[in-house]
């Protein structure tokens, strides 16, 4: 049987519809885009993962925060 990470469904789907033309959006779309992708972030957020991605945010904050004083 195959099973599918849903994560990476979700993936896949945000990877072609960004790659749609900017101009060939409609508001709906763009709206329906936007849920799909924090829906993909509570997914991956809990993972090594997102932990990783989190971490990375963090440093990279940090340094900004300490290079603007």
């Known amino acids: 049987m195959l099973t599918i990470n849903v ?3 979700l993936a896949v789907i945000i990877i072609v ?3 749609r033309r900017t101009q060939a959006r409609s508001r709906n779309d763009e709206k329906l885009t936007v ?3 924090l829906v993909f972030g ?3 957020a809990p993972t090594a993962f997102g932990q990783g991605v989190l971490d990375v945010v963090e440093q990279l904050a940090s340094g900004i925060n300490d290079a603007g004083r």
């Open 7 to 9: 994560a990476v469904l």
């Open 42 to 44: 509570i997914l991956v």
């Open 35 to 37: 849920l799909i992708v």
């Open 17 to 19: 519809r960004l790659r």
